[in-house]
């Protein structure tokens, strides 16, 4: 067998730049091997997936607003690098949080957790929030509840309903109040499971006023617009941070299409960033050629996986993938009565009333 069939493409031998901007720097790391490389090839594919006007879901997991990166995930939505984005409770906690006005502070890890608790301060590995700043929130969200609607909510509805107003109350952008402006939807598969959760908790025991989540909903509307963009002639693509259920949410989307006694074609390309080992069994870990078998991807799927730290990577994602403009994007619009519209070249379909539910 010929050599050169296999030694086509050089290694070239990384040289530091203490110079250097950080895109010459992926650059050069996309000439060299192992994860670096891999780190290249995703931001690669981000972009290309923008150029082939894929709609993008987004899943968000772990702690990254607390250690800082709230400003990056709400430039996914601002750029028009995603077009749905699935995040947990608590990441949508702590960006309302700092939405108005609080801070996260620099800590460490050794630190007495003991004395923390005593002194009501929260501690994210190595970085300090302060409880207090929950409570401080708690009347802003009771008038909050009051003004929702007596009917249950999907999630994305009461995430869109929530960016709205914190845009007048709050002190500073941030994720949710971006995606209000953008109408971007925004699914959370585990909301109890946060103080997003516990505060309509609180609202309840308080006021007896019931907020209600209606999640089929959410599961049903994610793979209507899977089906939608491939009616329209376009394609779903994933981009990937962590693991937890937000991953799952956005790739079973493409499963769920069989609801609608449809078959979607699974999402086109995949960028994925975790250091969760493969071999525990688990969602979280698994492999994108692995989801082929549960045909949530394409067979032929497009992916770059990077074994490299989920808040990192978004950090550097958001500084290098390409903008796109929001003309070329798939658009929403959410509805008074809690169903989500897509309006695409000119033309507006409630998913709702076109697939039944």
């Known amino acids: 067998m010929p050599a050169d069939k296999y030694l086509h493409t050089p290694i070239t031998r990384f040289q530091p730049d203490s110079a250097g901007t950080l895109r010459a720097f992926v650059e050069a790391l996309g000439r060299t091997g192992g994860q670096p490389r891999r780190l290249a090839t995703a931001v690669d594919l981000w972009s290309k997936m923008l150029e082939r006007d894929r709609v993008v879901f987004c899943s968000i997991a772990g702690a990254p607003v607390p250690l800082g990166f709230g400003p990056a995930i709400a430039s996914f939505i601002e750029r028009g ?7 947990t409770g608590a990441q949508l906690t702590h960006d309302m949080l700092e939405v108005y006005g609080a801070r996260h502070y620099q800590g460490h890890t050794t630190a007495d957790d003991k004395a923390l608790a005593a002194d009501e301060i929260n501690r994210f590995w190595d970085t300090f929030g302060e409880e207090q700043d929950y409570r401080r929130v ?4 009771f008038e909050f509840a009051r003004t929702l609607p007596d009917r249950p909510m999907t999630t994305r509805e009461y995430t869109y309903r929530l960016g709205g107003w914190f845009k007048d109350v709050g002190s500073q952008n941030g994720i949710i ?9 925004v699914y959370c ?13 609180f609202f309840r025991a308080e006021e007896g006023k019931r907020i209600v989540f209606d999640v089929v909903q959410d599961v049903l509307e ?9 009616e329209l002639g376009l394609r779903t693509a994933t981009v990937i941070f962590g693991g937890g259920a937000p991953r799952n949410h956005i790739q079973q989307s493409q499963i769920g ?4 006694q449809q078959k979607g074609k699974g999402h086109a390309e995949a960028v994925r960033f975790s250091v969760e080992p493969v071999e525990t069994g688990g969602l979280s870990g698994s492999t994108i050629s692995e989801g082929i078998s549960w045909k949530k991807f394409d067979p032929e799927v497009e992916a770059a996986e990077v074994f490299l730290d989920s808040n990192l990577s978004i950090a550097v994602t958001s500084s290098l993938v390409a903008d796109r403009d929001s003309t070329r994007q798939m658009r929403f619009r959410h509805e008074d009565d809690g169903t989500l519209s897509v309006v695409h070249a000119g033309k507006a379909y409630n998913l709702s009333e076109k697939f039944g539910f």
């Open 189 to 201: 598969p585990a909301i109890g499971d946060s103080v997003v959760g516990m505060d309509l908790g």
């Open 257 to 260: 299409t069989y609801m609608f």
């Open 222 to 230: 994610m793979s209507a617009i899977c089906l939608l963009a491939e």
């Open 177 to 185: 109040t971006a995606a209000f402006d953008a109408a971007t939807p």
């Open 81 to 87: 690098r995603i077009d749905v984005l699935d995040i």
């Open 138 to 141: 708690e009347p802003t969200i």
